[in-house]
C-alpha cells in the first residue's frame, strides 16, 4: 500500500548507455514531479507534470525525458547517461494546487 | 526569486539536548513553509508546516513559527532522541498556479547516545 512508488531503488549503469526510472501514486493525485539530490544532498526541481502534462520543465538536458501515460504514472529516461548524472532521483505527488507532497523512496543511481 | 537558506551542518548533539536549526527564506510572494525530514535510505516526508504568519507548525515534538518579519522558520525541539538523526530540510511554496517546492541544501543532525 505504498503512496508513491519508484523502480528500481538502485540503479548501476556505464556511460552512454539509456535508462529509465518509473514513479506510480496511488493516492489520486493530479500533479508529479521529479527532483535530482546531488551528492551533497541538495534538492532540484526537475519536471512536474499536471494530468499527463507538462507544466514545469527546468534546465535540465534534453537527454532527460519525462512520459506520463495516465495521471497516476511519471516516469523518467535518460539517454547518453553522463557521470554528473549520477545522483539520487525522487518522484513526489500532491493534489492540485496543493503545497505539500509526497516523496517515493527515490532511486540511487549511479553511472560508471 | 525564491530561496531558502539553512545553516549547514552537521549538527551535533547528544540525546535530550535542545535543537535548533536555522532557516530563513526570500520570496515574491507569500509563501508557505514547509519542514521536510530526510531518514538515512529513505525519500523526504513531512514533518510540519505552517501558511500564514505567527502560524506554529508542529509533529513529534518538533516546532517552527512563522516569523514574517525576520523571514524566519526555525525548527526547534526540547529533547532529541537518536532516532531523530535525519537530513532536515527547510522548504516554502508560493500559492497560486501551479507551485513547487524550493528548498534549502539541507542540516544533518546526528544524536549520540
Known amino acids: 500500500d505504498t503512496a508513491v512508488s519508484q523502480t528500481p531503488k538502485y540503479l548501476v549503469t556505464q556511460m552512454g548507455n539509456d535508462k529509465s526510472i518509473k514513479c506510480e501514486q496511488n493516492?489520486?493525485?493530479?500533479?508529479m514531479y521529479w527532483y535530482k539530490q546531488d551528492s551533497k544532498k541538495f534538492l532540484k526541481i526537475m519536471f512536474s507534470?499536471?494530468?499527463?502534462?507538462?507544466?514545469i520543465n527546468e534546465t535540465v538536458p534534453n537527454r532527460f525525458s519525462p512520459k506520463s501515460p495516465d495521471k497516476a504514472h511519471l516516469n523518467l529516461h535518460i539517454n547518453s547517461l553522463e557521470l554528473g548524472d549520477s545522483a539520487v532521483y525522487f518522484c513526489?505527488?500532491?493534489?492540485?494546487?496543493?503545497?505539500?507532497?509526497?516523496f517515493g523512496p527515490g532511486t540511487r543511481l549511479l553511472v560508471l | 526569486g525564491n530561496s531558502v537558506t539553512q545553516m549547514e551542518g552537521p549538527v551535533t548533539l547528544s540525546e535530550e539536548a535542545f535543537l535548533t536549526i536555522n532557516c530563513t527564506y526570500t520570496?515574491?510572494?507569500?509563501?508557505?513553509l514547509f519542514w521536510y525530514v530526510q531518514y538515512p535510505g529513505e525519500g523526504l516526508q513531512l514533518l510540519l508546516k505552517?501558511?500564514?504568519?505567527?502560524d506554529k507548525g508542529s509533529n513529534k515534538g518538533f516546532e517552527a513559527t512563522y516569523r514574517k518579519e525576520t523571514t524566519s522558520f526555525h525548527l526547534e525541539k526540547g529533547s532529541v532522541q537518536v532516532s531523530d538523526s535525519a537530513v532536515y530540510f527547510c522548504?516554502?511554496?508560493?500559492?497560486?498556479?501551479?507551485?513547487?517546492?524550493?528548498f534549502g541544501k539541507g542540516t544533518m543532525l546526528l544524536v549520540s547516545p
Open positions: 520570496a515574491t510572494g507569500y509563501p508557505s
Open positions: 505552517a501558511t500564514k504568519a505567527d
Open positions: 522548504a516554502l511554496s508560493v500559492p497560486g498556479g501551479y507551485s513547487t517546492l524550493t
Open positions: 507534470y499536471n494530468n499527463k502534462e507538462l507544466i
Open positions: 493516492l489520486g493525485h493530479d500533479t
Open positions: 513526489a505527488s500532491s493534489p492540485p494546487r496543493a503545497e505539500t507532497q509526497y
